[in-house]
């Protein structure tokens, strides 16, 4: 029976810093949803499966094979989706023979059912494209459907999905939850997508308190995580009170014995006692007062036992506050100007053709369209990293890019050393400031940024950007939530709620465009 079982596992980054540790785990014919905050290591375990990266400690055993959505990286402007679904031999092979000029070894080890079922594969996740299509030219959500369909290509034992429905229209993510659906083999899915983690039969937190299976989907799983949650928390709350009723005890008791320390004190001052009998007072008194003490020494430590047990079952969890400075953006300001905008990367061929789009005072469009209808492309000739074929562009006031790598970074850089290439004029105080209230405090804002989840990455960038005393008044932001767990979502939907610039988004988030105020949206269809 095909399973994958990890014990003991733990890993750390070439630094030092612990990522997973002492990490038990099974896996079998399910469909897993692997959950947790950013940074805490859902990635890495699937790092580790695959055997991508070695662990510190403990083993890895896996009976069965793997399947992994890939994450693209263009290599080479004629790799195809043959490529990527690892038949282009293959294929020429078949094309060879249907040449005539294959030789008979080769004619021994054709397929010739492999084009039917790689045009299977990509059926089944909704893409209808040549296996000659070069990768070069195909959207983001488009790569993702090709990368799913080069997992699932080979039919593994397991597939091994981080992030599957990220860059995907609502066509596409439907697509991944029907795959999913008809699914009978095992799958460990990274994802913060809701509705697709509600089609799994268990869900498996990480946190940095360590792993917890739960059966049942994310709906499920939320249930009763906010009942364990309760109960943990009034735990706590009844172990707080005891320490509290334990040290006014002490208190109240140690405050007895020193009244009648000083009344026996002032009885023997005045001489009426003999002496021996003082003495056996006094000791008495110190015996008392010193099992007292022991007695109150004994039940404080009880009872910092029980609140320390019932505090290790609460994740600590540090805040995400994104609160900005105001860009002093005036109402009637011209932000944006596009005039009849031609562009692409073939002449014959535009991706976008006559599209004209004014954003003035702190507007919030949206861009949208299905997978490769041109809204990345469009992104790219507004911040200048593509020239259009025809038509003008104007960007009026500075503004900021949050595209899907958040290259404004400096990978090899720190956190703290990237706010302060971007904010020159900021200090250290007003640096580490910043940085604390998107979550990165003390040592953490000295991490290097090639060593952080996608999700911190992101939150990186917005505090290096939105942190600063001088916000840009237009934010250009490409798929945003892509890498963000829930909870750091609700706080950057929070602060750009408050933000008072202009907004040009590109998500297929509706929740997200909702919650961040869009008042407006610019389809794009295609060419």
Same mark, same amino acid.
């Given at each position: 029976?095909?399973?994958?079982?990890?014990?003991?596992?733990?890993?750390?980054?070439?630094?030092?810093?612990?990522?997973?540790?002492?990490?038990?785990?099974?896996?079998?014919?399910?469909?897993?949803?692997?959950?947790?905050?950013?940074?805490?290591?859902?990635?890495?375990?699937?790092?580790?499966?695959?055997?991508?990266?070695?662990?510190?400690?403990?083993?890895?055993?896996?009976?069965?094979?793997?399947?992994?959505?890939?994450?693209?990286?263009?290599?080479?402007?004629?790799?195809?989706?043959?490529?990527?679904?690892?038949?282009?031999?293959?294929?020429?092979?078949?094309?060879?023979?249907?040449?005539?000029?294959?030789?008979?070894?080769?004619?021994?080890?054709?397929?010739?059912?492999?084009?039917?079922?790689?045009?299977?594969?990509?059926?089944?996740?909704?893409?209808?494209?040549?296996?000659?299509?070069?990768?070069?030219?195909?959207?983001?959500?488009?790569?993702?459907?090709?990368?799913?369909?080069?997992?699932?290509?080979?039919?593994?034992?397991?597939?091994?999905?981080?992030?599957?429905?990220?860059?995907?229209?609502?066509?596409?993510?439907?697509?991944?939850?029907?795959?999913?659906?008809?699914?009978?083999?095992?799958?460990?899915?990274?994802?913060?997508?809701?509705?697709?983690?509600?089609?799994?039969?268990?869900?498996?937190?990480?946190?940095?308190?360590?792993?917890?299976?739960?059966?049942?989907?994310?709906?499920?799983?939320?249930?009763?995580?906010?009942?364990?949650?309760?109960?943990?928390?009034?735990?706590?709350?009844?172990?707080?009170?005891?320490?509290?009723?334990?040290?006014?005890?002490?208190?109240?008791?140690?405050?007895?014995?020193?009244?009648?320390?000083?009344?026996?004190?002032?009885?023997?001052?005045?001489?009426?006692?003999?002496?021996?009998?003082?003495?056996?007072?006094?000791?008495?008194?110190?015996?008392?007062?010193?099992?007292?003490?022991?007695?109150?020494?004994?039940?404080?430590?009880?009872?910092?036992?029980?609140?320390?047990?019932?505090?290790?079952?609460?994740?600590?969890?540090?805040?995400?506050?994104?609160?900005?400075?105001?860009?002093?953006?005036?109402?009637?300001?011209?932000?944006?100007?596009?005039?009849?905008?031609?562009?692409?990367?073939?002449?014959?061929?535009?991706?976008?053709?006559?599209?004209?789009?004014?954003?003035?005072?702190? !507007?919030? +469009?949206?861009? %949208?369209? =299905?997978?490769?209808?041109?809204?990345?492309?469009? #992104?790219? *000739? &507004?911040?200048? $990293?593509?020239?259009?074929?025809?038509?003008?562009?104007?960007?009026?006031?500075?503004?900021?890019?949050?595209?899907?790598?958040?290259?404004?970074?400096?990978?090899?850089?720190?956190?703290?050393?990237?706010?302060?290439?971007?904010?020159?004029?900021?200090?250290?105080?007003?640096?580490?400031?910043?940085?604390?209230?998107?979550?990165?405090?003390?040592?953490?804002?000295?991490?290097?940024?090639?060593?952080?989840?996608?999700?911190?990455?992101?939150?990186?960038?917005?505090?290096?950007?939105?942190?600063?005393?001088?916000?840009?008044?237009?934010?250009?932001?490409?798929?945003?939530?892509?890498?963000?767990?829930? !909870?750091? +979502?609700?706080? %950057?939907? =929070?602060?750009?709620?408050?933000?008072?610039?202009? #907004?040009? *988004? &590109?998500?297929? $988030?509706?929740?997200?465009?909702?919650?961040?105020?869009?008042?407006?949206?610019?389809?794009?269809?295609?060419?």
């Amino acid at each position: 029976m095909p399973a994958i079982s990890v014990s003991h596992l733990a890993w750390s980054t070439p630094d030092g810093r612990a990522v997973l540790d002492d990490l038990t785990l099974d896996f079998g014919r399910e469909r897993a949803g692997l959950v947790g905050r950013n940074g805490v290591g859902k990635s890495t375990l699937l790092r580790l499966l695959t055997r991508e990266l070695e662990p510190s400690r403990g083993s890895v055993r896996m009976q069965g094979t793997v399947g992994t959505l890939r994450q693209i990286v263009q290599l080479s402007p004629r790799e195809t989706l043959a490529d990527l679904l690892g038949i282009a031999d293959g294929l020429a092979l078949l094309h060879r023979a249907e040449a005539g000029v294959a030789t008979l070894d080769e004619l021994a080890e054709a397929d010739w059912t492999l084009e039917a079922r790689a045009e299977e594969a990509l059926a089944q996740v909704g893409l209808d494209l040549p296996l000659d299509a070069p990768l070069v030219r195909l959207s983001g959500g488009q790569r993702t459907r090709a990368a799913l369909a080069g997992a699932i290509f080979a039919a593994p034992d397991f597939l091994l999905l981080d992030e599957p429905t990220n860059n995907l229209d609502r066509d596409g993510r439907q697509a991944v939850r029907d795959l999913l659906h008809g699914w009978r083999a095992g799958a460990i899915v990274v994802s913060h997508d809701r509705e697709l983690l509600d089609a799994m039969d268990a869900i498996v937190e990480l946190t940095t308190l360590g792993a917890q299976r739960y059966g049942g989907n994310w709906s499920q799983y939320r249930a009763r995580k906010a009942i364990e949650l309760a109960a943990a928390e009034q735990d706590l709350a009844s172990a707080e009170r005891r320490v509290a009723e334990v040290e006014r005890k002490a208190q109240v008791a140690t405050e007895r014995q020193q009244r009648r320390d000083a009344a026996g004190s002032r009885s023997a001052a005045k001489g009426g006692m003999p002496r021996i009998l003082l003495g056996a007072r006094k000791e008495k008194a110190e015996n008392s007062g010193g099992g007292g003490a022991r007695l109150a020494d004994r039940l404080r430590a009880d009872a910092s036992q029980a609140f320390e047990q019932a505090r290790e079952r609460i994740e600590r969890i540090e805040p995400l506050s994104v609160q900005l400075a105001p860009t002093g953006l005036a109402p009637s300001r011209e932000v944006l100007a596009l005039a009849h905008v031609t562009a692409g990367y073939d002449p014959a061929e535009p991706v976008l053709r006559d599209v004209s789009l004014k954003i003035a005072g702190p !507007e919030r +469009v949206a861009i %949208v369209g =299905a997978n490769g209808s041109g809204k990345s492309t469009l #992104l790219r *000739v &507004v911040t200048g $990293d593509l020239a259009p074929f025809s038509g003008r562009v104007v960007v009026h006031v500075p503004a900021a890019l949050f595209d899907q790598r958040v290259s404004l970074l400096d990978p090899a850089g720190t956190i703290a050393e990237n706010y302060a290439r971007l904010n020159p004029g900021v200090d250290e105080n007003g640096c580490r400031a910043a940085l604390a209230r998107f979550g990165f405090r003390a040592e953490a804002g000295d991490r290097r940024c090639d060593t952080l989840s996608g999700g911190q990455m992101l939150r990186a960038g917005l505090a290096c950007v939105l942190g600063s005393p001088a916000p840009p008044p237009l934010l250009i932001l490409d798929e945003p939530t892509n890498h963000l767990d829930i !909870e750091s +979502v609700t706080a %950057v939907e =929070a602060g750009l709620r408050a933000y008072d610039g202009a #907004l040009l *988004v &590109v998500s297929h $988030d509706t929740a997200f465009l909702e919650n961040i105020g869009v008042t407006r949206r610019l389809p794009l269809d295609g060419a």
